[in-house]
């Protein structure tokens, strides 16, 4: 196999200004190889964001890593001076975020947002950027370019807002992007939309993807492989196939059997188990005790 | 139907369109409810289903009594509920209740939950002491799963499922017979989600309600309702028994949607087989 795109190893990231350090992530290894879709599911306060922000080292106020490392294709990203770590970001690592609604400038035309990012990063020239832009445009499937290149966000759709932001995300051709929930804002139909979109650009990039979800299903449509998060740990880990059809741990089974299915009668609805939580949680206590030197 | 509680025939509705504003003068009506027929039988479950604009909560708003309808009749248990002023309205207030979809912003920051679920008795006049009211209040939160202490916690200090809890202990005060839930458990995780929709089942059998669930999400709808009815652009493509209408979709768009439904099992083929619309 390739050398990873993106290996964390062992990492452990806490909110060192409480007197006693509060461990957010608890040791989480996960790789991904080049062009690989992986899947990072778990329920609010798991850690997702958490692990989307140390790649990105935009750790909210006095959390930090304290132990483990990120390596982008084998360099280490915590020890890379600011300059280069910003080099990376938006253009070798990208973003795909949330919320379509905030994450575009309310002020600035379309195409001056996206020219910005070939200008800073890939030093295009203004005429060239917009032309590139225009190209970025019609890869998301959008009608007229030459139209919504000088819209404003608020003159566009959810949907549209969205595709925009994965053009910007791919403008550089990264070779991973962080896909965080993108698409919980949308419709149905719509949502199926970005994610072909996702899954398109991802393959004509070669690009690999980390898509934070709470959702089993996209995983089982767009990921290769998922890890599964609960309380700052991996819990299960592998083949997306695999840890859906036959998964290992009881609380990947039990977050399945709580998702509801069109297809199945309701009474298939099983509430998850508070004592398969419950356990997790108390691991998680028993970890940190065993390696408090770790959150230092 | 004769058994329906709540019934709509050819119910229009129109609301003003912001964007279409002039700077002087009012702003065009566009129509959001394009002639739906709809029968809720009392004890039923009806989960309506339709994409952003679809129309879904504007329908919900016009059965609770804040939004008029344009044409069309509205008979709420045999009266005709559409065409009633305020004041005629009123009495039925107490038996229809809504949940909203954002528990965040539909709870009152600056109140206790205990003041928020004392006030709506206060109004009502049916309990005569705050001693009263306050019991009934703690009791509410237990019929919701919370416990009693919360009398004296604010909104913020909750999380979103403890906080649609809320939501729908203030819809029950009254002991409503009819609750309109629009989205209410599309903001949350897949453990609390489930947890809402036991919940909501539970009560619906034990204080035998009549349910209209606004939902985008089909599976969630499968969980809860009975009844569905598929809503595109201001009107019903498709309606019937929940099981019927999504084991055998007869109108194209109903099954789009289902189509469209990422469910977790892998399969090569359902991102390929999506198209990319060009918009």
């Given at each position: ?296 | ?219 969630v709808v499968r969980a809860l309702c009975d009844q569905v009815a598929v809503l595109s652009a201001g009107e019903i493509v498709e309606k019937g028994a929940t099981e ?36």
């Amino acid at each position: 196999m390739n050398a990873p795109v993106l290996e964390i190893a062992d990492l452990h990231v806490a909110l060192a200004s409480a007197s006693v350090p509060v461990p957010l992530l608890r040791g989480v290894s996960l790789t991904i190889a080049p062009g690989e879709v992986r899947g990072l599911v778990g329920e609010s306060g798991a850690g997702k964001s958490m692990i989307g922000r140390s790649i990105f080292g935009l750790l909210p106020g006095g959390a930090r890593i304290t132990r483990g490392r990120i390596l982008f294709d084998g360099a280490d990203l915590a020890a890379l001076a600011d300059a280069e770590r910003r080099d990376l970001l938006g253009s070798r690592i990208a973003l795909v975020p949330q919320d379509p609604m905030t994450s575009l400038n309310p002020v600035k035309r379309i195409g001056d947002q996206i020219g910005v990012i070939l200008r800073v990063k890939l030093k295009m020239a203004r005429d060239a950027a917009r032309a590139r832009a225009l190209e970025l445009l019609a890869e998301v499937a959008i009608r007229e370019p030459a139209r919504v290149i000088d819209l404003y966000p608020h003159e566009l759709s959810g949907g549209m807002r969205q595709r925009i932001l994965i053009a910007m995300a791919f403008a550089c051709t990264p070779r991973l992007v962080i896909a965080d929930e993108p698409t919980t804002a949308l419709d149905v139909t719509v949502q199926r939309q970005v994610l072909r979109l996702i899954h398109d650009l991802q393959h004509r990039h070669g690009a690999a993807v980390l898509f934070v979800t709470h959702n089993f299903g996209l995983v089982a449509k767009l990921c290769q492989s998922v890890t599964v998060l609960y309380a700052g740990r991996v819990v299960e880990d592998g083949a997306t196939a695999n840890v859906l059809a036959s998964p290992r741990e009881p609380y990947t089974q039990a977050l399945l059997a709580a998702t509801p299915r069109f297809d199945r009668p309701a009474d298939a609805l099983v509430p998850l188990d508070r004592s398969v939580t419950d356990t997790l949680l108390s691991d998680a206590r028993a970890y940190d005790a065993a390696h408090a030197e770790a959150y230092r | 139907m004769s058994g329906a509680l709540v019934s709509l025939r050819g119910l229009r509705v129109s609301l003003p369109n912001r964007a279409g504003k002039p700077l002087f003068g009012p702003a065009p009506l566009i129509e959001i409810v394009r002639g739906v027929d709809l029968d809720i039988a009392r004890g039923g479950a009806l989960g309506l289903v339709g994409e952003s604009g679809s129309g879904k909560t504007t329908i919900g708003r016009t059965l609770v009594g804040l939004i008029k309808p344009s044409a069309g009749d509205y008979t709420y248990d045999g009266v005709d509920a559409g065409r009633m002023d305020e004041v005629a309205f009123r009495p039925l207030r107490s038996r229809i209740q809504m949940i909203f979809q954002d528990p965040q912003s539909s709870l009152n920051p600056r109140l206790t939950l205990g003041t928020t679920l004392v006030r709506p008795l206060a109004a009502s006049g049916r309990l005569a002491n705050d001693a009263a009211r306050r019991r009934r209040a703690g009791e509410l939160l237990q019929i919701v799963g919370l416990p009693v202490e919360f009398l004296s916690r604010y909104p913020h200090e909750l999380s979103g499922g403890q906080r649609q809890r809320i939501g729908i202990a203030r819809a029950l005060a009254l002991e409503p017979e009819f609750i309109v839930a629009d989205e209410i458990v599309s903001g949350l995780d897949v453990s609390t989600q489930a947890q809402i929709l036991l919940l909501l089942r539970r009560l619906r059998a034990e204080f035998h309600l009549t349910l209209m669930f606004i939902s985008h999400d089909l599976s969630v709808v499968r969980a809860l309702c009975d009844q569905v009815a598929v809503l595109s652009a201001g009107e019903i493509v498709e309606k019937g028994a929940t099981e019927a209408v999504f084991a055998s979709p007869q109108h194209p768009y109903t099954r789009e949607l289902l189509e469209s439904v990422p469910l977790p099992d892998v399969e090569a083929g359902w991102i390929m087989a999506g198209t990319v619309a060009t918009v």
